[in-house]
């Protein structure tokens, strides 16, 4: 069982540790990592946006949750309509086999329609994280050049779905 919970300043090593161990299957794989950036991302845990994906206390997932859209990626009208938005979404690579990351995908798409949205929007710089997230019922919304590479924009209706069936609960405190 998998619980979802928000994310706390003393969840910060272990946030550090999981996102490590993600840099290292990076590498390893021959991909892009953030380990210049571990400390930055891990910091999040004491931002008040960001929600950790546990089991038997080891965090194995993380993702921040925003309900305002970035202004650069979404017209005003998109903006409007009620939305979360997920960002650094990571997990770690030893729990791979439990698709941590699609977990955590489903507990947003349900959140948001447990607080009557419409969306759950994210954006990824990868084709690779597409076709991924595609598998999760996200679809390419647009794409935009930025300095940083080429953006790409998804999103997924919100749903209501049986998190339980899926191995999931959720706490609102750790």
Do not use: N
């Amino acid at each position: 069982m998998f619980t979802m919970r928000p994310a706390t300043e003393a969840d910060t090593a272990g946030v550090e540790k999981m996102i490590s161990a993600r840099c290292d299957w990076q590498e390893q794989s021959g991909l892009e990592s953030w380990r210049d950036d571990v400390g930055d991302l891990a910091g999040q845990a004491a931002s008040g946006f960001m929600w950790v994906l546990e089991t038997e206390g080891h965090i194995v997932g993380c993702t921040t949750v925003m309900d305002q859209a970035p202004p650069k990626d979404w017209t005003p009208e998109e903006a409007e309509e009620p939305s979360l938005y997920l960002f650094t979404t990571v997990t770690d690579p030893a729990y791979q086999e439990h698709k941590p990351g699609t977990l955590i995908a489903l507990w947003a798409v349900d959140r948001a329609a447990r607080q009557e949205r419409m969306w759950v929007r994210r954006g990824c710089f990868f084709p690779e994280l597409v076709k991924y997230y595609e598998t999760q019922g996200f679809a390419l919304v647009k794409e935009q050049e930025r300095s940083a590479g080429h953006l790409y924009l998804l999103a997924r209706r919100a749903e209501r779905l049986d998190l339980g069936g899926l191995g999931i609960t959720e706490c609102s405190a750790p």
